[in-house]
C-alpha cells in the first residue's frame, strides 16, 4: 500500500476512514450518523440556551402564559430547523417520499389519526387561544386551571388538586368556559337576602348597598343592583348582584354574604325563617289547669371522671 | 416622617406606628396601623430604610395597574389648554436600601381602597378608582391621606369636550414628596372625542421635594425620551 496517496488511505479496507465512509444503512455512513448526532447534541444544547434566555428576557416583562407560549414556538421551530437540518446527513429523499410515501402517508394517516388530530387541535389552540396558561375553566362538568398547553394535550389542575390530562382534540372540540377571559365578572346570591315584612326594605338596601361600596373588591362601575324581588309567603326577597375582578370575586362572594347578614341584624333587620299561620274552624277547647309546670332543672355538681387504671405492656387484666 | 431613617427608630403618628429595633444580630420591624400590625424579622448589619409614598396600587392586594381619578365633570372648549388639581390616594411603602439593593418590606395606607372598570366588561380594564373634588388652586391635602395631582388637559379637537375622569398607568408614574405635600404632574392630551393621551411628568410641584422610589419602573431606551402614555380609549365621561 502507498501511504504516500491519500486516496489509497482512503479507500483501503479497515481504516477509520474506510469505515466511516461506508455506508451502512442505505447511503448513510458511520460518518453521517456522527454528525447527526452532532447536530442534534447542539440543537438540543441550543433550545435549552435560547429557552432560558428568553426566560431570563422576558419573564419580568411578558405575562407567564404569553412566555410559555413564545418559548414553545421557538423550541418548535428549532426543533423542526434541526430536522431539516438533519435530514440530507441521512440522504432522506424528500422527492422519493413524495412519489412512494403517498401510500404509506395515508396509511399513516389513518393509524395516526387521534394523534394528527391532537397536534392539529394543539396547534389551533395555541394560536386560537380561547384558554391562557393560569385560566380558569370549564369543561364539562371539570373547572380547573390550565397548567400547560402542549401539542398533543392540556395540562390542567382542579380545584382539588388533581392532576387531568385532556388530549387536545376532545378540548378543541369541547364546549370551554374561560372563567377568566373577561377582566370583570358579576355574582349575585341567588337564593337572595330575606327580610320579615315588618322590616323596612329601603333601609335594608341602604344598609347593603353601604356594605358593599366598603368592598374593594366590588367594582364601582358597573355598580351592584340591589332591588326587592319578591314578595314571598313568609319574607321579602331582596336580590344582590356584584361585579368584580374575576380573579377576586369567589374571595368577596363568600366573605360578603355573612358580613351583610351580621350588619342586617345589627340594625334590627332580621332574616325570618319560613312561618305559616293556621286558622282552625273550631275554637279549641283546652283545660289549662290541667297542665302541669315542668319539674325544675335540677343542678348536678361536677363529678371528676375517674382516670382508668392503664395495664402496663406484660401485665393481664384482672378477668 | 417621610425619609431616610437608620436601624433603630420609631415614629409615631396618630394610630400609625412603625419601629425598627436591634435584637442581637437582627433586625425587628413593627408596623401597626389600626387593628393591623405587621412584624418582620431582617438580616442585615446595616442599611437605610426609606419611608415614601409609592404608586396607589398595592393595596389589598396587585390587582391592575391603571389608577382612575373620577372627578366633577368639566367641559372644555375647542384646543383650549387648562390646568386643574386633583387629589389621589396615597400608599407609603417602607423599604431597606444596601448599596444600590432596595427591597419593599411593607405598604400601608389610611385611605380605603376601592376598584372600578374603565370600558366595557369584556375588554375594558380594572382600574383602582377614586373620587376627587376639582381644585383650581393647589390643595393642601394631609400627605399621609391624600397627594395632589396637578393635571393639564389640552383639548386638541375642534369641539367641546367633558371630562369626569383621568385614567393612567403604573409605569412611569412619578411621586415627589416632602413633610408637607405628595405630588404628581399629569398631562391629558385629549385626540378626540372619546380618546385621550395621559402622561406623568418628571418633575416636583414646588422645589425641595424629594422623588419617591418607583415600584413600577419602566426601562428606558437610550436616546428616547419620550413619556410613557396611557391611550384612554373608551371616553373620558
Known sequence: MDISDPETIFRSEGTILHLLTTPVIGETTPLDLVWVLIIFIFALTLIRVVRIQLKRSFGDRVPKSDLDFMTTIVTYLLYLATFLVILPYLHFDLSGLFVAGGIIALALAFATQNIVSNLVSGLFLMFERPIKIGDNISIGSMTATVQN????????????????????SRLFTSDITNLVIHPARRFEYTIGIRIRYRDDAGKAISIIRDMIDKQPYALKSPGPSVYVDKLDSSSVNIVVKIWAPSLYWWGLRTELLWRLKVELEKNGI???????????????????????????????????IEKEEKTKPGETHGW | MYGRYGY??????????????????????????????VERIVASESGTVYINPVEPLNLPDEVTRFLEIRFEPILIEPEAVRQI???????????????DAIQLIDVFSRMPQKYSLYGPTDTGVITRYYWSAVYLHRPSPDPWYEGVLELTMHNTTK??????????????????????????????????????????????MREGMQKSIELYYSRKIPGVERAISYTMEEGMS
Not at chain 1, 402542549?150 to 387536545?168: A, L
Not at chain 2, 407609603?92 to 444596601?98: E, N, Q, Y
Not at chain 2, 367633558?162 to 409605569?171: A, G, H, M
Open chain 1, 149 to 168: 398547553i402542549q401539542i398533543m394535550s392540556t395540562i390542567v389542575r382542579t380545584f382539588d388538586g388533581i392532576y387531568v390530562r385532556i388530549p387536545n
Open chain 1, 270 to 304: 332580621q332574616i325570618p325563617f319560613p312561618q305559616q299561620e293556621v286558622w282552625f274552624n273550631n275554637i279549641l277547647k283546652a283545660d289549662m289547669k290541667s297542665v302541669k309546670e315542668p319539674p325544675p332543672i335540677r343542678e348536678i355538681p361536677f363529678q371528676p
Open chain 2, 8 to 37: 433603630q427608630f420609631c415614629v409615631e403618628k396618630g394610630d400609625l406606628k412603625v419601629c425598627f429595633s436591634k435584637d442581637e444580630d437582627f433586625i425587628r420591624y413593627f408596623r401597626s396601623l389600626g387593628d393591623k400590625t
Open chain 2, 85 to 99: 388639581y386633583l387629589t389621589f390616594p396615597i400608599e407609603i411603602g417602607v423599604f431597606l436600601g444596601k448599596s
Open chain 2, 159 to 204: 369641539g367641546w369636550i367633558e371630562v369626569s375622569r383621568v385614567v393612567f398607568e403604573n409605569y412611569g408614574m412619578k411621586i415627589y414628596f416632602d413633610q408637607e405635600l405628595v405630588s404628581m404632574k399629569a398631562h391629558m392630551q385629549i385626540i378626540k372625542h372619546t380618546i385621550a393621551e395621559t402622561s406623568f411628568i418628571d418633575k416636583p
